[in-house]
């Protein structure tokens, strides 16, 4: 299948080109295509950003959707450099680093709809695009934004012309296409705080004048952690504790201390530091005006640490009557409990390996019973992953009004990454997983501008393969086991949009979209208690297909009130498609579940006034989630051998309240344990449809009241509802499953003043944004895991010098070290007996010095 995909997306690529060559040969000189219906502004004036949200090019400010449109330089003067970060300027979108057990990837909400598991198994809810190509994986979707023109991230379903997994909205990155008139370049070194090293150049070069042109961009980073991995007994010596290091050994035998040896300090690493590499290039053809071929490539290597990650919490009573996991604990001479907390959200005992040795008999262990896979293992903290691609877009101007647009592209992506449950030199659960997928995405369309009519109709497919080798190694369910599942999902569409404008200043939009999406699944999981016994309640083989087919539609009107002003409304949907459980523990979680539905309701204004200065929009909306399948988290009884649960010291709770079929454990009481009951409890995943309304308001700002002055902002307000909001203990009302991690409030802001300064033969721009985000709940029912609102600033100061094409920035982000958690992981709530949490990056200082020729 691999061989498969490589070969067809070769086979394509050639024939678009061939076909861009012979096109060019007999094609009339057309009208080029892509002008704004208003004039780019001068003077003082607010720029104008041309967009393809609509699959049109139009003026961001004549578009009747919700979208915000930054370009990358802006984006880089408030401090954001990859696709995590890009919500802080984006209204009611929360995006940001994935927590660590979900890998190198991003979490993605747009009015509070959204997705977190990064799995091959899952579908993420907000689509991305980059340069026209579907990017279907939240798994390495933290792009750094290199050589970016602009960025589009639209709010809303998109269920019409972006179609699969649009459900939220959708994010465009477009980058900056070849010059074939002008050659260019830029060099960019930055240094900053944790020996920041930064290095980004690029180049552009017509090759034959008005024909054929390349652009070439590289990119380094790298960066230490700012969490630091403390060796336990050397901190517990320093401390003047060493009786609370039991019988742990050293992670580092160079900290041990003697009358001869005192240690500095007894960090032996970082988590959250930064290695990334990557490269784009691009080769624009336009053999005459109404014919534009585009191949680009690019490649990804990224080698950093895991995100930064630490233990906040430890249940010692669960620990210490775990009867799987507890003889690890007792050979070691510890307890699992707040010993192996900090005290500092910057640092961590975690070690990502297990201290006894391979082999090893433990007393009182189910897991150390001499197997050699069982103890002495150790991974890396750090991600491997690489992700590359190459694309093509033809676009020939059949007549003066019509155009034909084709895209193909494909991608490679693969990813190692480990992580450490426990935050501790012990050994709680450790999962390392490899994942790899490949796919080819391909659309063709044609489209129209007409005085009365514009129009745009194509086709979509999509095909794919992933694999999934994972390795759960887990002394405290009593188990190692090995995971090897492999995808194939495949996607096909047909969609069709217009705008009618039967009357002067009024348009009609309409819209359609039929889509069929399929996902073959093998998933085999292994226990190597006994692998080769196809009968063992633990070795699960199964083949799944989850398979969909749905309509969506948009319909809108939009009239101009007047040169600058446009009123909109609009109702749509957006889908996303089915899945799986990618993470069952035992056969009785072999589960399937439907995509996703929603269906939206907007109202807003767009509008500039005081000639240009000032741009102003405006939107409400109100969205029905019809269909909202979630994962919730809970416990039932380990299967044993027999296929009985095996006996244990928990008892299983149904959630009688709710009638869902969910389950949890608790401990059993002494009269249950007399009668002999009590069970082994394993987590597990409940997947259940749980719909809800969403409605809430988004506003946006940009003004240049005057000369060298920019003032720019946003803010959003998002509230979700739904019957589950009202179960019993809940610490508030919006404490839902699509609520957690989400605040109903975010709002930014941004000013910067260009000063002349003839003395330095140039200007001196200072410039502050602040960035708000409302109170977020990250559990249900405990208030411990109740982030409170925040605000942080980042600030910048630039010199200028444009004869030259000179800049040099001094800047900080978090300037008041604002200390907060973006995410928590609340491994309790699944039966574990830790918490972990993803404190935000302390204040960084950087300097930046740029040259552009």
């Known amino acids: 299948m691999r061989k498969a995909i490589s ?139 290199l050589d970016l023109e602009h960025v589009e991230v639209l709010r809303g379903p998109q269920g019409t012309l972006f179609g699969r997994n649009a459900l939220a909205g959708g994010v465009v990155l477009v980058s900056k296409q070849p010059s074939l008139t002008e050659a260019s ?152 409990d707040n010993r192996f907390l900090t005290g500092n959200r910057f640092s961590t005992y975690a ?46 101007d059949l007549t003066s009004d019509i155009e034909f647009t084709g895209i193909l592209g494909y991608r490679n992506f693969s990813d190692t990454h480990a992580f450490d449950t426990d935050g501790s030199p012990l050994v709680q659960e450790h999962t390392l997983a490899t994942i790899t997928s490949r796919y080819i995405s391909a659309e063709a369309r044609l489209s129209g501008r007409h005085q009365w009519l514009d129009w745009v109709a194509g086709v979509f497919l999509f095909d794919a393969d992933g694999r999934n080798r994972a390795v759960t190694y887990s002394p405290w369910n009593g188990f190692l086991k090995y995971q090897n599942t492999t995808y194939e999902p495949t996607s096909k569409a047909v969609f069709a949009n217009v705008t009618v404008r039967p009357f002067e200043r009024l348009s009609v939009v309409l819209g359609g979209r039929y889509s069929k999406d399929a996902k073959d699944v093998h998933y085999s999981n292994l226990d190597d208690r006994d692998p080769g016994n196809p009968n063992f309640s633990q070795n699960l083989t199964f083949n799944v297909k989850p398979e969909e087919s749905r309509f969506d539609w948009k319909a809108g009107l939009t009239y101009e009130l007047n040169a600058q002003t446009i009123a909109y409304v609009s109702a749509a949907t957006g889908s996303q498609a089915p899945g799986f459980n990618g993470r069952p523990l035992q056969p009785s979680q072999n589960q399937q579940y439907p995509g996703d539905r929603t269906q939206a309701y907007e109202l807003g204004i767009k509008t500039e006034f005081l000639d240009r200065r000032v741009r102003l929009n405006a939107v409400a909306f109100y969205t029905d989630y019809k269909t909202r399948i979630f994962g919730l988290s809970g416990q039932e009884a380990q299967i044993g051998t027999n296929g009985g649960p095996l006996p244990g010291t928990q008892i299983v709770i149904p959630d009688v309240a709710n009638g869902n079929g969910i389950t949890t454990c608790r401990a059993r009481t002494p009269a249950e344990a007399a009668a002999g009951q009590g069970v082994q409890c394993i987590g597990r995943t409940f997947f259940v449809n749980l719909p809800g309304k969403a409605k809430g308001f988004e506003l946006e700002l940009e003004a240049r009241p005057v000369e060298g002055l920019l003032i720019n902002g946003s803010l959003g307000y998002s509230q979700f509802t739904s019957p589950d909001l009202n179960a019993p203990g809940r610490i508030t009302n919006r404490l839902t499953a699509v609520g957690i991690g989400i605040p109903e409030w975010t709002a930014n802001a941004g000013i910067e003043y260009r000063v002349p300064v003839p003395s330095l033969a140039g200007s001196v721009t200072p410039r502050l944004d602040w960035f708000y985000t409302g109170s977020i709940p990250f559990d249900a029912v405990d208030p411990a895991y109740f982030q409170k609102a925040y605000s942080t600033f980042n600030g910048r100061l630039t010199y200028q010098n444009d004869d030259l094409g000179l800049s040099v920035s001094l800047g900080a ?41």
């Open 7 to 145: 070969k067809k997306a070769g086979m394509m690529l050639t024939g678009m080109l061939l076909a861009t060559v012979s096109a060019g040969a007999a094609a009339q000189a057309q009208q080029t295509q892509g002008t704004t219906d208003r004039a780019s502004a001068a003077g003082n004036g607010l720029s104008d950003i041309v967009v393809t949200a609509t699959r049109q090019q139009t003026n961001v400010q004549d578009t009747p959707i919700a979208i915000t449109a930054v370009t990358g330089d802006t984006l880089a003067t408030r401090g954001i450099q990859s696709a995590a970060e890009i919500s802080q300027v984006v209204p009611n979108a929360t995006f940001s680093r994935a927590q660590g057990a979900f890998g190198p990837g991003v979490t993605t909400y747009i009015r509070g709809i959204g997705s977190r598991d990064t799995s091959l198994a899952g579908e993420a809810a907000v689509a991305f695009y980059i340069d026209d190509i579907y990017y279907p994986l939240l798994l390495g979707a933290n792009f750094d934004l």
């Open 185 to 336: 370049g830029f060099v960019d070194v930055t240094v900053g705080a944790y020996k920041r090293r930064d290095f980004r150049a690029g180049i552009n070069l017509p090759i034959v004048a008005d024909k054929l042109g390349m652009s070439l961009s590289v990119l380094s980073k790298k960066r230490d952690g700012f969490v630091k991995r403390l060796d336990f007994r050397c901190q517990m010596e320093a401390n003047g504790t060493p009786q609370l290091a039991g019988r742990i050994p050293y992670v580092d035998q160079t900290l041990a201390s003697s009358p001869n040896n005192r240690p500095d300090d007894c960090q032996v690493g970082t988590l959250g530091g930064e290695d990334v590499r990557a490269a784009r290039g691009a080769l624009k053809f336009q053999p005459s005006d109404g014919i534009r071929f585009t191949l680009s490539a690019d490649y990804i290597q990224d080698q950093s640490e895991n995100v930064a990650d630490t233990l906040i919490a430890t249940n010692a009573s669960r620990a210490a009557t775990r009867a799987s996991w507890v003889g690890q604990a007792n050979l070691l001479g510890v307890a699992y």
């Open 351 to 396: 070690t990502y390996c297990d201290p006894v040795g391979a082999g090893a008999v433990v007393a009182g262990s189910t897991f150390y019973n001499g197997n050699p896979n069982h103890g002495g293992v150790c991974y890396s903290p750090r991600v491997d992953v690489v992700n590359w691609g190459v694309s093509g877009k033809l676009s020939i």
């Open 813 to 853: 982000t978090n300037l008041t070290n604002k200390a907060y958690y973006r995410n928590y992981f609340i491994y309790s709530s699944i039966g574990f007996a830790s918490s972990q949490g993803q404190p935000a990056a302390p204040r960084e200082w950087y300097l930046k010095v740029s040259k552009t020729f």
